[in-house]
C-alpha cells in the first residue's frame, strides 16, 4: 500500500472541532452535555452515507458502527474508539481551526489574541514538523484534537475501506464515545452491542508514539468537620473546618508525590477540588501510579496526614473515601500479547519509528481492557492538549490512517 493522502482528512477535521462538545464534570447526566450529541448525530448521518448501514446512537451518546468483513476467513471482530467530548478545561466554543501550511519552524502566533504563542521552546516537536502542515485554533480556544483528530482519522478509515475493497480485513467496529475528559467515558456502554475482540483508541500524541501502559487510577475524598458557633461568642468553641482542611493541605510535600514535581514511571496524589464552609469542608484528590498496590499506600500516606493534622484540632473529626477510577491496562494486555505486537508491526509498515511510551493518564481503553476488550492507544498526532496551544499535524494524523489500516490487514493475514 502507498501512502496515504487523504483530501478529505482536514475538511473533516474542521468540520467536527467547530462543534462544541465540552463535557461538563458538574453534571449527572450521560452525555454530560447534551451538545455533543450534536457531533454523534453528524458521524451517523455520514456514517450512514459512507455505505456502514448498521450505524447506530443510543440513549447514552455511543455511536457503534461496522464495517463488513470482506475475507473468507475468521477474524476476530477489532474496534477503533475515539471520544467526542472535550476538555472542560479551557474554552471550547466557536473554536476556529487555523492551517499553518509548509510550517517554517518559528513560533506560531495566534491571531485572535497575539498573546498566546506556541513557542517552539516549549514545543519542541514542532521543530520536527518543518515543511509539514500545522492545525492550531485561533487563540481564544482550545482546538479540540484531543480527540477529534482520533474521531477524523477512524472516520476516514470507514470511507477508505469501504472504497477499496482490495484490502483485505476482517469484520471492524467502529466506536465513538462522549464523556471520555471526565472519566466517564464508557460507564453506560453496550459491550454485548459493540461485540468487539480487541480494540484500539485513537487518542496518543507524537508521530509513532505506542501507549500500552497507564496510569491506575483512584479518587479520593476527604470530609473535614468542625464545630459552628457564632464568631462574636467563638471563644473556646469555634473549630473552623477550613482551617482544618488548610493545615491538612499544607502538610502535603512541596517537592515530591505531586504531578508539578513528578515525570516518567512516578505516580503522584493531587487535590483537584475543595470547597465547603467553617462547619465542614470537602477536599478531593486523584491518586495515580502505574504500580496498582501503590495506590493504597498512596491513600494511607494521605490519611495518616489527616490524622496528624486532626491533633491540632481536637474537637473536630474526618473522614474519607477511595472510589476505583481505572487500571493500568497492561495488566490485560500481557495476556493478550498479538494485540500490541500487531500495532506495531503496523506502525514499521507505514515507515514510522515507534516510541513505546507509558500514558501518565488514562484512556477509555484502560477500562476498556477490563470490561473485555484489551485496549492500547495509537497515535493521532495531537499536542497540547486541553488549552490554548494544542495543535496537530496533518501528515501525522495520515500516517495514524495509514498505520490503522495496516493494521486491519495484519488481523487478516494472521488469521
Known sequence: ?????????????????????????????????????????????????????????DES????????????????????????????????SEVKPLLHKNYSGADIVLPDDPEQIIRTSDHPYLLEKIGEDIITASGKTLLGADDKAGVAIIMELASYLMHHPEIRHGKIRLLFTPDEEIGRGVNKLDMKKLGA????????????SFEEETFSADSMKFIFHGVSAHPGHAKDKLVNAIKIASA????????????ETTEGRYGFVHPVKMEGSPEKMQVEFIIRDFNTAKLKAYEEYLKDKAEFVMRL??????????????????????EHPQVSDYAREAIKRAGIEIKESAARGGTDGSRLSFMGMPCPNIFTGEMAFHGKHEYVCVQDMEKSLETI??????????S
Not at 82 to 89: E, K, L, Q
Not at 197 to 208: H, I, K, R, S, V
Not at 248 to 259: G, Q, T, V, Y
Not at 405 to 414: C, D, M, R
Open 1 to 57: 500500500m502507498s501512502t496515504v493522502h487523504s483530501p478529505t482528512l482536514v475538511d473533516r477535521f474542521f468540520r467536527y472541532v467547530g462543534i462544541d462538545t465540552q463535557s461538563n464534570p458538574s453534571s449527572t447526566t450521560q452525555p454530560s452535555s447534551v451538545k455533543q450529541l450534536n457531533l454523534s448525530r453528524l458521524l451517523l448521518e455520514e456514517l450512514k452515507s459512507a455505505g456502514l448501514t448498521d450505524a447506530e446512537m
Open 405 to 414: 489500516i495496516h493494521l486491519s490487514q495484519i488481523w487478516e493475514e494472521n
Open 61 to 92: 451518546g455511543y455511536v457503534y458502527a461496522s464495517i463488513p468483513s470482506n475475507t473468507e476467513k475468521k477474524v476476530p471482530v477489532i474496534c477503533y474508539c475515539a471520544h467526542v467530548d472535550t476538555s472542560p478545561d479551557c474554552k471550547a
Open 248 to 259: 491538612f493541605i499544607r502538610e502535603l510535600p512541596a517537592d515530591e508525590f505531586s504531578p
Open 197 to 208: 475482540e480487541f480494540g484500539y483508541t485513537l487518542d496518543g500524541p507524537e508521530l509513532g
Open 313 to 334: 484540632f481536637p474537637e473536630g473529626r474526618f473522614e474519607s473515601e477511595v472510589k476505583e477510577q481505572y487500571r493500568n491496562m497492561k495488566e490485560i494486555l500481557v
